[in-house]
């Protein structure tokens, strides 16, 4: 079958090259520009973006720059934008992703390009090594023998450990892409997997850690990564598990603790949302500056005259949803 | 089609613009909504987190409601969708978790069975109402305006509670109410990302960044209008829109329609019945495109 | 740029990091070298699980024993005792150090059954284990501080004296050919899979540590000792692990039978890896295959051992053929897996040039003679790149820096800037690789005879002078992957004349090594390693060294 394969090319040395120049939408309005250039490949149906990729590097043109190595999601080298989505190429079938017998790959727009499909990893490690992704060892450490944990310790964190390190959740993570700060959905997911550790002696110390600005309250909770991970490593998930995990442990001095609690208490009071509350309480009700952020926005609403009623009325029978709060236990289960 | 509506917290509150605007269309759809005035709060993805088994319950309990009623349940807002799509997910596979929630419902007279499908507004119309139906009602047909979709997260992911796996044509159901109503839809990359409105009061500049950049790119591809099925990306997009400006450092001014708006201008109803004077980004310019007056 | 170290460690897989973590911990400076960075090693693809006798029942005897009859008798006896020996204390620092070992009942480190094990002792993390042993060794890099060189292509041994003091890498973020110095080198770079196509091994998996220290003078050992794996997925080759028959997975021809009851009735699937795959070439070589290939049938262990167990193999087999191994058999066939062979070492990882050491896949001790046992590899990676790591330690405080090779690095520098010049004359590296591989597999595969061997050398000496005129099709200056392709073809010729002049010289058939004109193993004549030495311009020197042997005399092998 013959397949167009349009390749975005880059070279940071150099920046020349043939094709179209295109630039990227928002928030990567800053990328630097690629050029477009269109190869042409006759493989069978079944065959992998990467497999195309190696046979233009191979027979077309050598100097096309792409990293992989295992061509089976073992070795997480081969993550870039397939049709501007984050993919692994080397299990991306060109059936599934080509339009007209066309499919796009550039380096991700999010990222510090290299050359071509070969973005710059350096951010990606220092977020790893920023979560301090090892065991700090419980002691006493058991004298020639293993730690003796149950199973279901250790298949718990399977899901964590098959993470590749291909970078896909965090090239489409959205908070990343207008905050290069946040730790991003890879590194947190690895941080989960020291903290579920049952070997684990610094658990309370990672939790306080993870919830510092830039950390877990700072996912926006929008599942790119979780659709997007070729793994099922499913990041957010990890980062939900460790909010509660910290907010347990006692870390709620946090807008994020704080939010969580004032909507618990709101539907736990009226059955319903108040949303009127649920800001001031969110933000500390001593923290002036947030609360004075926020206030021209609730002023423009107030004037459109979308500002909720002041008096949060309770749905009918409300005692049905207290008795479910009562029985399951609120913001914190029982 | 008798469905049980649950209008979801917002639309009770910050966008009373949404309910109205559906009142107003179900009758011309041929929907008779029956409310759930008893109904809770889905708990919006922030109740799941810190206690799952709580927000497992609470949504038992509205889709209880809805099976008593012997009628689907219809949302009108992406996460009410989302949260009550997951709820009904694990509730069907789980059965244990299911037996416990029926425990934890036991007193309040209700049973949670599985009977009642959950959907939204969006797909309702296209699965069950049926495009070509609602494309006979359309009287106003709105040419030459530019329309933005803007789906919300909790509509498109996880695939697999939301029920794309099966059916993944229902992340084009917006372009297509789009092209129905005789408007263009634009294409752009942020239309299946997040508005930012989860984090607004975790990290508000990131939050609203979000929304800003989503914002420009539509503009810059000619949008008129965006059209969102959900009310809380509505509630950053447009309710916090003059802040994002700021954020991003651009003028915006792209006025923010929920889909009952954008399909009642099409029904025939003057903007000022479907509240489009209450936004907080004027939709002045957006109406005046296809000769409308606010 | 010249810098400076005491020891590095080139490579970054398990064995290589295992021996820098050996080498920090024993106070030295060491840095790692790796061309890819150390998660993307191919150790991570290791999927079964790593060997050691630590349950009640088993004892580092019977590992050995079961060792050395894999091998087919040829390992060095005194270097599988030590392995087998330290593995349990490895395990467990494993363990110690965060792998999440898959548990028992009451919460110890728990087993699954493998190919040519008496006894269940591999331990394992779902079939990710060395992944999932990769993951935890670079964390415990990072916990370390171990200076890691990524992306970084080694060119060249810097030798001086005769003495190992470095090596001259490409850094390819800037294209920068630089001089990395230091007392020691660990050689920890894998092997040369990509020899054969097709081959279960990365692409990365060029030979280039091995090249490079032949290349330096340092003898090869029983290069022709390639382990074909019995069960590698048709068409792409990948690796379908040996735990889905160490779970019980059946190996079926297209009669539906059970056809290792023919070959070996009492281990059945769980032979040794080389009987498996004699078996499944006469099978298909008979007419009982189905497409040139055999059934791999998982169906009986249900869904659930499948998804929690294996779901890495159901994940590939789904990807690549569309097959659901809960519901359909696995088409599988031999394919080119390990090289047992390697860089002759002792059981400090010293190589024969002082100051170059060698660990894991790359060398050769012995511990696995002719054909590995599965889940050994990982194994000989820990055990030999710790002792390594603390041999080169030990070593390099005897010993002083050096203060030269500017003029080595210069030469290098030209040398790469010359075939960076080399004018485009019809050659591609591309085809000449593809070309390697496919005589190589043809020819040197599971059966060998005289002829074809003849064949595959006249063709490697071809293809070595067309390599004379292959043209880098890139000039671009940095992240040149057409310039590491083009160097990566020299190693791969290099390996692959190693192994052929192996094999020819071996007049028998042990391990591995089939060949169908002497079928016997012969121990009178040929229990004994064969070591290559390179020999610039004309044939490499054949030398031998006799098998040390302790406790176990050779017997007939039976399974």
Same mark, same amino acid.
């Given at each position: 079958m013959k397949w167009t394969i349009e390749v975005g090319r880059y070279d940071r040395t150099a920046g020349d090259g043939r094709g179209e120049v295109r630039s990227y939408p928002p928030p990567y309005e800053n990328a630097p520009q690629r050029r477009y250039q269109t190869f042409e490949v006759d493989l069978p149906d079944h065959a992998m973006v990467l497999d195309a990729l190696i046979a233009i590097r191979e027979y077309q043109d050598e100097s096309l720059v792409v990293r992989c190595a295992c061509r089976s999601a073992i070795c997480g080298s081969c993550g870039m934008w397939i049709n501007g989505a984050a993919r692994l190429a080397c299990i991306t079938k060109l059936r599934e992703v080509a339009r007209d017998g066309k499919v796009t790959v550039e380096a991700p727009p999010s990222m510090p390009v290299v050359r071509d499909l070969v973005w710059d990893m350096t951010p990606f490690w220092q977020k790893n090594r920023a979560v301090l992704p090892w065991l700090e060892n419980k002691e006493p450490v058991p004298q020639g023998e293993e730690y003796r944990v149950p199973n279901a310790a250790m298949e718990n964190l399977i899901q964590e450990v098959s993470c590749i390190s291909c970078g896909v959740c965090v090239m489409d993570c959205e908070s990343f892409a207008v905050n290069p700060d946040f730790l991003g959905p890879a590194a947190l997911a690895k941080a989960y997997r020291y903290v579920a550790d049952p070997r684990d002696a610094k658990t309370h110390e990672r939790l306080g850690r993870y919830s510092q600005p830039n950390g877990v309250w700072d996912c926006t909770h929008c599942y790119e990564c979780v659709a997007k991970c070729p793994k099922g490593v499913a990041p957010m998930e990890q980062i939900l598990k460790i909010r509660k995990l910290a907010v347990e442990a006692g870390y709620r001095n946090n807008s994020g603790t704080r939010h969580a609690v004032a909507f618990a208490e709101s539907v736990a009071h009226s059955g319903r949302l108040n949303e009127l509350t649920l800001m001031p309480k969110s933000f500390g009700l001593f923290n002036i500056r947030a609360q004075l952020q926020s206030l021209p926005a609730a002023f423009n609403m107030l004037r459109a005259g979308k500002? #909720? #009623?002041?008096?949060?009325p309770k749905v009918p029978h409300v005692e049905r949803i207290k008795a479910i709060f009562k029985k399951v236990g609120g913001m914190f289960s029982s | 089609m008798k469905v049980a509506f649950w209008p979801g917290c917002v639309s009770k509150g910050a966008c009373p613009e949404l309910y109205v605007a559906m009142q107003k269309i179900a009758p011309v759809l041929g929907l008779e909504l029956m409310e759930l005035y008893e109904a809770p709060c889905t708990g919006a993805g922030v109740l799941s987190e810190q206690n799952p088994e709580l927000a497992y319950s609470l949504n038992a309990l509205t889709l209880a409601m809805a099976e008593q009623m012997g009628a689907d349940l219809m949302t009108i807002c992406s996460t009410c969708q989302g949260v009550l799509s997951g709820a009904q997910y694990h509730l069907t596979r789980d059965e244990a978790l299911r037996e416990r929630v029926n425990r934890t419902l036991a007193d309040s007279g209700f049973q949670y069975r599985g009977t009642a499908r959950v959907k939204h507004l969006l797909w309702l119309l296209v699965e069950d109402v049926g495009l070509d139906r609602v494309a006979g009602l359309v009287k106003r047909r709105l040419s030459g305006l530019r329309v933005a979709p803007f789906y919300g997260c909790y509509i498109l992911r996880p695939e697999e509670h939301l029920g794309l796996r099966e059916k993944p044509e229902r992340a084009t159901y917006l372009e297509k109410i789009i092209e129905l109503v005789g408007a263009t839809p634009v294409e752009y990359h942020g239309k299946s990302k997040c508005c930012g409105f989860p984090m607004l009061t975790f990290n508000r500049e990131v939050s609203l960044k979000m929304a800003g950049k989503h914002l420009l790119e539509a503009k810059s591809k000619g949008a008129d209008v965006l059209v969102t099925p959900c009310p809380l990306c509505h509630l950053n997009l447009d309710g916090q829109q003059p802040d994002a400006a700021r954020v991003v450092k651009e003028p915006i001014g792209t006025p923010i329609f929920h889909l009952p708006q954008l399909l009642g201008l099409a029904f025939g109803f003057e903007p000022a019945e479907l509240r489009l004077n209450h936004h907080v980004v004027n939709t002045r310019l957006a109406l005046e495109k296809v000769e409308l007056k606010v | 740029m010249i810098v400076d170290h005491d020891v590095i460690v080139l490579g970054a897989g398990l064995a290589g990091m295992r021996a820098a973590l050996e080498a920090a911990r024993n106070g030295v400076n060491v840095a790692v070298v790796s061309k890819v960075h150390p998660v993307r090693s191919h150790s991570g693809a290791a999927q079964g699980g790593i060997n050691a006798a630590l349950a009640p029942g088993d004892s580092w005897e019977i590992h050995a024993f079961d060792t050395i009859k894999g091998s087919d008798y040829l390992a060095d006896q005194d270097a599988v005792e030590i392995m087998t020996r330290e593995a349990p204390q490895d395990i467990i620092e494993l363990e110690h150090m965060g792998v999440i070992f898959y548990r028992d009942e009451e919460g110890k480190l728990g087993t699954r059954a493998f190919g040519g094990a008496s006894k269940a002792r591999t331990y394992f993390v779902g079939d990710i284990t060395g992944q999932a042993l990769l993951y935890t060794l670079y964390d415990q890099l990072l916990k370390a501080g171990v200076k890691v060189y990524e992306e970084c292509f080694a060119t060249a041994l810097y030798m001086a004296g005769g003495e190992c003091r470095g090596v001259t890498a490409i850094d390819m973020l800037s294209g920068e050919l630089n001089l990395i110095r230091a007392k020691a080198v660990i050689i920890a770079s894998g092997g040369a899979g990509r020899l054969y196509e097709p081959s279960t091994n990365a692409l990365i998996c060029t030979g280039d540590g091995i090249a490079l220290a032949y290349r330096a003078g340092a003898p090869l050992m029983d290069m022709e000792m390639v382990q074909y794996h019995p069960t590698t997925l048709k068409g792409s080759g990948f690796l379908m692990t040996e735990a889905a028959r160490g779970e019980g997975a059946y190996l079926l021809n297209k009669d539906g039978e059970r056809f290792m009851q023919r070959y070996a009735?009492?281990?059945?699937?769980?032979?040794s890896r080389d009987v498996v795959s004699r078996a499944e070439t006469i099978e298909i070589a008979e007419g009982r295959g189905i497409d040139g290939n055999v059934l791999l049938d998982l169906r009986h262990l249900g869904r659930d051992v499948i998804l929690t167990k294996l779901p890495q193999i159901h994940e590939i087999a789904l990807d690549f053929?569309?097959?659901?191994m809960i519901t359909d058999p696995v088409p599988v066939r031999p394919g080119m897996h390990y090289m047992m062979g390697g860089i002759r070492t002792d059981v400090h990882g010293a190589t024969s040039i002082p100051g170059l050491y060698a660990a894991g896949e790359c060398a050769c001790v012995s511990v696995h003679g002719g054909n590995r046992l599965g889940a050994n590899s990982l194994l000989d990676t820990l055990v030999f790149g710790r002792r390594s790591g603390r041999a080169a330690a030990e070593y390099v405080r005897r010993t002083s820096p050096t203060a030269t090779g500017e003029d080595f690095l210069a030469a290098e520098q030209r040398r790469i800037a010359d075939l960076m010049a080399r004018p485009y004359a019809g050659e591609t590296h591309a085809r000449l690789r593809l070309e390697l591989g496919t005589l190589m597999d043809a020819k040197v595969g599971v059966y060998r005879n005289e002829e074809g061997l003849m064949e595959a050398l006249t063709g490697v000496h071809e293809l070595k002078r067309r390599y004379g005129l292959v043209a880098v099709g890139d000039k671009g200056r940095i992240y040149n992957q057409a310039l590491t392709f083009v160097l990566e073809l020299g190693y791969l010729l290099d390996c692959a004349e190693a192994v052929i002049h192996g094999a020819l010289t071996r007049k028998e058939s042990r391990g591995a090594q089939a060949r169908t004109d002497f079928p016997q193993r012969n121990d009178a004549e040929w229990l004994k390693h064969i070591l290559i030495t390179h020999n610039d311009g004309g044939p490499p020197r054949i030398d031998f060294q006799p098998v040390t042997i302790t406790k176990w005399q050779p017997q007939e092998r039976t399974y």
């Open positions: 500002l #909720p #009623p002041l008096l949060h | - | 009735p009492k281990m059945m699937e769980l032979a053929l569309g097959i659901d």
